[in-house]
């Protein structure tokens, strides 16, 4: 274990381990991430991973040129593009990733990295470079990223074929109503939920808590806290071990931030620290037991000046960044409605406050020890290397140029002297009196995938500060094209609206209401 990652168990130092590791095998499963956190990959004979193990071997740019399904990108980008031939990237294994699938006979398994083939440094396009760069610039200051996910994730009674055959809709959940912490749910699918946390063990992703989410069939899955570099990695895998034992048991697991516009939204709440290398939290204040005597707020007493700088280098930048929190059009549905009306659609912090986008978590509910902060702002839809490059680059922004907090807890619109009396006037009077402070003091973050792309692209962005022209240009292209496809696509709503507002009119006409159900 070092300053950037954990290694799994059993993970070989060397090439020559490799041989005694997988002296009976035959094939080798190698996976690398593209910008939307699909997993990419294919099998490899054991030779002929043995031979790419120490220089790498090539693996199709066109991971990096097409979308999820494929389609390339409407504006070719410079990785991957009909110019250069849609060439090969070196892949690299990453041998401290090592790990075997025990749901798919007990195949070895690693990750890659991929990297320019002419001057050999790492591709900026990929996911897993980024954080592991990120990682890296920390760890020249002395810190080590600590990080944990969290996932809120629909089940449904399907499989692939059937979601197919129901385009997507009237889709049927794995137990009916609202039952979240509920023990009696999940005797109803109990091998499917307990293979969920049996076999992550088995795959080497720690698992902290595991429990039904409110929601028809909503589960909510805690991975354990470790090294930022190999949360990630647990992170994009558990997606595909829950996708691989859904298939087993004919569930399917939706990790789609927004899937019912009535029901909430699925979150991938994510925790983060820094350590020095003791292992000391760099975020927590322990000199004095009533916190510390320069705090800027209540709320922060109990973090440290290098935890306050983190905060608010991260605040400042969210809205610069908000494609790699939140990179589907979809995921910023779930941040508007009436359960995420304070946050998290907004630039707010609080005290162990569920309804900011930034939890502090510190003594004194917790030892100082766990200090951390909780970013509630990306879905379940999130790219985790994305969302931690984003985080840490951020902190360290601040930290580096010793920000100040310039905006106040959430907890000040709540306890805000001003309001004595409110409640006199009756709580929609006192609402409208909250909100019109909130609205007059905050920054909301972008409300659409359109506008948080246009922000972060835009030339002096934050974004364009901490990860330079190169990535900001790549993935906010690839966010451009998304925007493009759904700028285009007639949505059912639409359909409901026009035939509402036709039929009901009473036209008449057969012949243009044949010509517009054949345009709708």
Request: hydrophobic share 40%; aromatic share 10%; glycine share 8%.
């Amino acid at each position: 274990m070092d300053q950037i990652n954990a290694a799994t168990e059993g993970a070989p130092k060397s090439v020559e381990d490799l041989h005694v590791i997988l002296r009976g095998d035959t094939k080798i499963k190698v996976a690398g991430v593209d910008a939307d956190g699909v997993l990419r990959g294919k099998y490899m004979s054991k030779d002929k991973f043995l031979s790419a193990a120490s220089a790498g071997f090539g693996f199709c740019s066109i991971i990096f040129g097409w979308d999820m399904h494929d389609a390339v990108y409407s504006q070719e980008l410079a990785v991957s593009n009909r110019k250069n031939g849609y060439r090969d990237v070196l892949a690299k294994v990453d041998l401290s990733t090592y790990r075997r699938i025990p749901w798919d006979n007990n195949t070895p398994f690693f990750l890659v990295s991929f990297f320019d083939p002419v001057t050999l440094k790492p591709l900026r396009a990929d996911p897993r470079n980024l954080l592991r760069t990120t990682c890296e610039l920390a760890a020249v200051q002395g810190f080590s990223c600590m990080a944990g996910v969290e996932y809120e994730y629909f089940n449904f009674k399907e499989t692939p074929a059937s979601v197919a055959e129901k385009r997507f809709t009237h889709l049927s959940p794995l137990t009916p109503g609202m039952h979240g912490y509920s023990l009696l749910r999940t005797q109803l699918n109990q091998d499917y939920f307990n293979e969920l946390f049996d076999e992550s063990l088995k795959f080497q992703i720690d698992i902290e808590g595991h429990h039904t989410e409110t929601g028809p069939g909503v589960l909510e899955t805690a991975l354990a806290y470790t090294y930022a570099l190999r949360m990630a990695d647990n992170a994009i895998l558990f997606k595909f071990l829950a996708k691989s034992i859904g298939m087993k048991h004919q569930v399917l697991p939706s990790f789609m931030a927004k899937p019912w516009g009535d029901l909430p939204g699925c979150s991938g709440h994510t925790h983060v620290s820094l350590r020095d290398p003791s292992g000391k939290n760099l975020f927590a204040y322990t000199e004095s037991p009533g916190g510390r005597d320069g705090a800027a707020f209540e709320d922060t007493k109990f973090l440290s000046s290098i935890g306050e700088q983190f905060l608010a280098g991260v605040l400042d930048g969210l809205p610069e960044v908000m494609p790699m929190f939140v990179p589907t059009i979809n995921g910023y549905k779930r941040l508007v409605g009436g359960e995420s009306f304070w946050a998290p659609n907004a630039v707010t912090y609080g005290y162990d406050s569920r309804a900011a986008s930034i939890r502090i978590i510190s003594p004194p509910s917790v030892p100082p020890s766990a200090t951390r902060f909780e970013i509630r702002v990306p879905g379940a839809d999130m790219n985790p290397y994305l969302v931690l490059s984003a985080i840490f680059r951020l902190g360290m922004r601040g930290i580096t140029q010793g920000l100040k907090l310039t905006t106040l807890p959430i907890s000040t619109y709540m306890n805000d002297p001003s309001r004595e009396g409110e409640a006199c006037a009756g709580l929609l009077d006192a609402a409208v009196n909250i909100l019109t402070r909130f609205f007059k003091q905050v920054v909301m973050l972008p409300t659409s995938l359109e506008d948080a792309t246009r922000k972060m692209m835009r030339s002096g962005s934050v974004a364009r500060e901490v990860f330079g022209d190169e990535f900001v240009d790549h993935f906010g292209g690839t966010r451009v094209h998304e925007v493009s496809l759904w700028n285009a696509a007639v949505t059912n709503w639409e359909g409901m609206k026009a035939y509402h507002l036709f039929f009901v009119v009473g036209l008449t006409n057969r012949v243009a209401v044949e010509r517009y159900l054949e345009l709708a």
